[in-house]
Protein backbone atom coordinates (compact mmCIF):
# COMPACT_ATOMS: atom_id res chain seq x y z
CA UNK A 1 0.00 0.00 0.00
CA UNK A 2 1.22 3.13 -1.08
CA UNK A 3 0.33 6.57 1.02
CA UNK A 4 0.04 10.29 -0.03
CA UNK A 5 -1.15 12.63 2.54
CA UNK A 6 -1.36 16.24 1.35
CA UNK A 7 -3.50 19.40 2.26
CA UNK A 8 -1.65 20.86 5.21
CA UNK A 9 -0.59 24.31 5.14
CA UNK A 10 -0.66 27.26 7.25
CA UNK A 11 -3.97 28.38 9.21
CA UNK A 12 -5.24 30.76 11.74
CA UNK A 13 -6.20 29.31 15.12
CA UNK A 14 -9.79 28.83 15.33
CA UNK A 15 -9.95 27.77 11.60
CA UNK A 16 -10.48 24.63 9.71
CA UNK A 17 -8.56 22.62 7.40
CA UNK A 18 -9.38 19.48 5.94
CA UNK A 19 -6.02 16.63 4.87
CA UNK A 20 -6.38 14.31 2.55
CA UNK A 21 -4.78 10.75 2.28
CA UNK A 22 -4.01 8.84 -1.16
CA UNK A 23 -3.70 5.26 -0.59
CA UNK A 24 -2.76 2.67 -3.70
CA UNK A 25 -1.36 -0.69 -3.99
CA UNK A 26 -3.77 -2.60 -3.05
CA UNK A 27 -7.22 -3.32 -1.79
CA UNK A 28 -7.90 -1.89 1.67
CA UNK A 29 -11.12 -3.51 2.62
CA UNK A 30 -9.23 -5.76 5.29
CA UNK A 31 -7.13 -2.67 6.65
CA UNK A 32 -7.61 0.20 9.24
CA UNK A 33 -6.66 3.95 8.51
CA UNK A 34 -5.50 6.28 10.62
CA UNK A 35 -3.71 9.71 11.61
CA UNK A 36 -0.94 10.39 13.44
CA UNK A 37 0.75 13.52 13.78
CA UNK A 38 4.16 15.04 15.29
CA UNK A 39 5.07 18.12 16.54
CA UNK A 40 9.14 19.33 16.75
CA UNK A 41 10.62 17.78 19.97
CA UNK A 42 7.84 15.43 20.62
CA UNK A 43 6.48 11.84 20.26
CA UNK A 44 4.53 10.77 17.44
CA UNK A 45 0.42 11.16 18.91
CA UNK A 46 -2.54 8.88 17.75
CA UNK A 47 -5.20 11.57 16.08
CA UNK A 48 -7.76 9.13 14.97
CA UNK A 49 -8.34 5.60 12.93
CA UNK A 50 -11.40 4.24 10.58
CA UNK A 51 -12.04 1.15 9.31
CA UNK A 52 -12.08 0.88 5.50
CA UNK A 53 -14.58 -1.45 5.44
CA UNK A 54 -17.00 -0.68 8.71
CA UNK A 55 -16.40 3.00 8.50
CA UNK A 56 -15.94 2.61 12.88
CA UNK A 57 -13.80 5.60 14.18
CA UNK A 58 -12.08 6.39 17.42
CA UNK A 59 -10.28 9.23 18.50
CA UNK A 60 -7.64 10.43 20.85
CA UNK A 61 -9.74 12.49 23.46
CA UNK A 62 -8.21 15.50 22.69
CA UNK A 63 -9.49 15.66 19.10
CA UNK A 64 -12.65 13.85 19.13
CA UNK A 65 -15.31 16.66 18.67
CA UNK A 66 -13.01 18.51 16.96
CA UNK A 67 -11.59 16.43 14.31
CA UNK A 68 -13.63 14.27 11.94
CA UNK A 69 -11.81 11.64 9.98
CA UNK A 70 -13.77 9.82 6.98
CA UNK A 71 -12.91 7.64 3.81
CA UNK A 72 -14.13 7.63 0.48
CA UNK A 73 -13.87 4.03 -0.75
CA UNK A 74 -14.87 4.39 -4.29
CA UNK A 75 -11.71 6.83 -4.29
CA UNK A 76 -9.37 5.25 -1.98
CA UNK A 77 -9.32 8.50 -0.34
CA UNK A 78 -9.24 9.17 3.55
CA UNK A 79 -9.85 12.24 4.85
CA UNK A 80 -9.23 14.55 8.46
CA UNK A 81 -11.97 17.47 8.41
CA UNK A 82 -10.12 19.62 11.27
CA UNK A 83 -11.73 22.29 12.75
CA UNK A 84 -11.56 24.99 16.24
CA UNK A 85 -7.57 24.49 15.19
CA UNK A 86 -5.35 25.32 18.38
CA UNK A 87 -1.81 26.67 18.19
CA UNK A 88 -1.03 22.98 19.81
CA UNK A 89 -2.31 21.33 16.55
CA UNK A 90 0.42 22.32 14.42
CA UNK A 91 2.69 19.66 13.76
CA UNK A 92 3.14 16.72 10.67
CA UNK A 93 0.17 15.12 10.58
CA UNK A 94 0.70 11.29 9.08
CA UNK A 95 -1.73 8.91 7.19
CA UNK A 96 -1.19 5.44 8.20
CA UNK A 97 -2.69 1.70 7.09
CA UNK A 98 -2.81 -1.29 9.14
CA UNK A 99 -3.54 -4.74 7.89
CA UNK A 100 -6.34 -6.70 9.37
CA UNK A 101 -4.48 -9.89 11.27
CA UNK A 102 -7.54 -10.96 13.00
CA UNK A 103 -11.11 -11.26 12.82
CA UNK A 104 -11.11 -10.18 16.52
CA UNK A 105 -10.28 -6.89 16.99
CA UNK A 106 -11.44 -3.07 18.49
CA UNK A 107 -10.88 0.13 16.38
CA UNK A 108 -9.24 1.80 19.66
CA UNK A 109 -6.37 -0.42 19.72
CA UNK A 110 -5.72 0.98 16.56
CA UNK A 111 -4.06 4.01 18.57
CA UNK A 112 -0.23 2.79 18.59
CA UNK A 113 1.79 3.47 15.55
CA UNK A 114 3.32 0.15 16.03
CA UNK A 115 0.57 -1.23 14.48
CA UNK A 116 0.65 0.22 11.52
CA UNK A 117 2.13 -1.36 8.41
CA UNK A 118 2.43 1.21 5.91
CA UNK A 119 3.09 5.21 6.62
CA UNK A 120 3.10 8.50 4.12
CA UNK A 121 5.20 10.95 3.81
CA UNK A 122 3.16 13.46 6.35
CA UNK A 123 1.85 16.64 5.74
CA UNK A 124 2.33 19.99 7.45
CA UNK A 125 -0.23 22.08 9.57
CA UNK A 126 0.94 25.26 11.52
CA UNK A 127 -1.36 26.96 12.98
CA UNK A 128 -1.05 30.43 13.78
CA UNK A 129 -2.07 32.40 17.26
Known amino acids: VQLQAFGGGLVQAGGSLTLSCAAS????????MGWFRQAPGKEREFVAV????????YYADSMAGRFVISRDNAKNMMYLHMNSLKSEDSAVYYC???????????????????????WGQGTLVTVSS
Open 50 to 57: ISWSRGTT
Open 96 to 118: AAARLRSVIWTISSFNSGSRYDY
Open 25 to 32: GRTLSSHV
